[in-house]
Structure formats: C-alpha cells, structure tokens
C-alpha cells in the first residue's frame, strides 16, 4: 500500500512512521508513506496557505487554490481516494480499518485552523473521517491513528500473522488477562488454570474472561454481538457468580 499525507506540520510525523513497526513495514516494501508540506504549494513569495472567512468570524481557512495544487500533485503520483481527517467526519473504527486496508493507495489530508474551504470538499474529497468526539487542534494526529490501524492490516506487517485477527474488536470481545512470569508477584498469584497445561480449560477460562471484561466495561458490544451456546452458557455463569458476589 501506498499512502501519501497533505499536511502544514510534516515534522509531526516522524516518529510516528519511521518507528519499529512501520518502519520495518516500510523497509520490507509492503508499505510506503510519503509526507507532503502543503506551503511547498503555495503561490506567492509568503507562502500564504490560509485566508479569512468569507461572512467574517474567528480562525482561518485553508485556501482552496493551494491545498487543491497539492492534491492534484500528488494525485499523478498516487491515485488513491481522498481522506480529509475531520471533527465532521464518520467516526473511525475497526470496519473502517478494515476497508481502506483493502485500498492499494490512500491520500490523506490534514486539516488546520478552521478548515479547509467547502469547494475543496466538495470536488475533491472522497471520505472524511474522524477519530472521535473531543477537539484536538489539526489532522495530523487523527491521520496518524489511520496509517497505524491500517497498516498493521496488511498481510505481512505484523510479525505474527494470526495476531490481527484473533484480537478485541475483531471477534467483538474486549480481551482476556495476560499474565507472565513470576507466578507469584508481590503476593499476587496467576489464575491456576493458566500454571495447569490444559489447552481446553484454559481456551475456556479466557473466553468466560473475555466475556466477564466487555460485560463490565463495553456491554454495548455484547449486545452488537450473537453469542453461541457455549459463550451463553458462561455469561451465565458468570451473571449467576456476579450476583453471588460480596455475600
Ligand atoms: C478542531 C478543526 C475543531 C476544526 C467553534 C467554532 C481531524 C479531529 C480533527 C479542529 C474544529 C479529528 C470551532 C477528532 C479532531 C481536526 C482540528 C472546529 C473550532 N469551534 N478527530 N470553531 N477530533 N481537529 N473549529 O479534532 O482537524 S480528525
């Protein structure tokens, strides 16, 4: 896959793709990722890439002339869809992973002060997206979050390839407690079943947990989800042992 991103802070994404995963990503050819200043577009000897609002107001605007130079630019090097990263946008999340991991390019653009102008929108843009409701102060971040999930769903990228698709929020279940060694820590100890060798029991013992976590903390996942007789049967249980609880 090939992602190339619009931004005014090119800088902010060093760290974030050079680093371990995508970087090894990167250096093995499954994953390229360009990064563009969007001032390098600008027209006039001030590199100006923000105007006033028309009809007045607070902030800035992103003018179209220069952010549309930039996306037809990179559009004869990458012809992918248009990504704007906005608070407007649908609210990103696993599915939408999914999808645009199936995507061979993807062009993502940054948004800053106010946003960009509606014409920019509305002739250039093929999906917005946001990466949820609190305000943070440009699309940079938010496009980081995208290129990280996405690219850790292309075949290859991760180490372990079944790692992807065993996880939370693949099969709808926030995950199960990890413990490593010592078996005991300060007093604490590791569940038995997990010290015990027995695969069926202990496969078990992590789906009851796996259920007991997301009835706790996410049961709008729970109700999203159709259990089978076996995961009923441990919600059960474990409904049953909660109201035994602190007796
Ligand atoms: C924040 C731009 C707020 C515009 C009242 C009047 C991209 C983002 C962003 C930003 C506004 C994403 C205002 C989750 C995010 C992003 C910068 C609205 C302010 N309020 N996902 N004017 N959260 N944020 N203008 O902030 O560009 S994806």
Redesign the pocket.
């Known amino acids: 896959m090939r992602i190339d991103v619009l931004t005014l802070f090119p800088e902010m994404f060093g760290a974030a793709i050079g680093s371990s995963i995508l970087g090894r990503a990167q250096a093995a050819g499954l994953l390229t990722i360009r990064v563009w200043n969007i001032r390098d577009f600008a027209f006039d000897k001030h590199r100006t890439v923000d105007d006033i609002p028309y009809g007045g107001g607070?902030?800035m605007v992103m003018k179209p002339d220069v952010v549309v130079a930039c996306i037809e630019h990179v559009k004869t090097i990458n012809p992918g869809k248009v990504v704007y990263?906005?608070?407007q946008?649908a609210v990103f999340n696993q599915t939408k992973a999914q999808s645009l991991a199936q995507e061979a390019n993807l062009v993502l653009l940054?948004?800053?002060?106010?946003?960009i102008d509606q014409r920019i929108r509305d002739g250039w843009i093929d999906d917005e997206?946001?990466?949820?409701?609190?305000?943070?102060?440009?699309?940079e971040l938010?496009a980081m979050v995208v290129i990280d999930a996405v690219a850790r769903l292309i075949p290859g990228v991760l180490g372990d390839e079944t790692s992807a698709q065993e996880e939370s929020f693949v099969n709808g279940l926030l995950e199960y407690p990890h413990y490593t060694r010592p078996a005991e820590f300060r007093g604490r100890g590791v569940p038995p079943v997990l010290l015990s060798g027995h695969h069926e029991q202990i496969r078990k013992w992590r789906l009851k947990e796996a259920l007991r976590m997301t009835l706790a903390r996410r049961p709008d996942l729970l109700e999203k989800r159709q259990l089978n007789a076996e995961e009923q049967q441990l919600l059960r249980e474990i409904l049953t042992e909660d109201c035994n609880e602190g007796r």
Do not use: K
């Open positions: 607070a902030g990263l906005t608070p946008g940054c948004g800053h002060y106010e946003g997206i946001s990466i949820g409701d609190y305000v943070l102060t440009g699309g938010p």
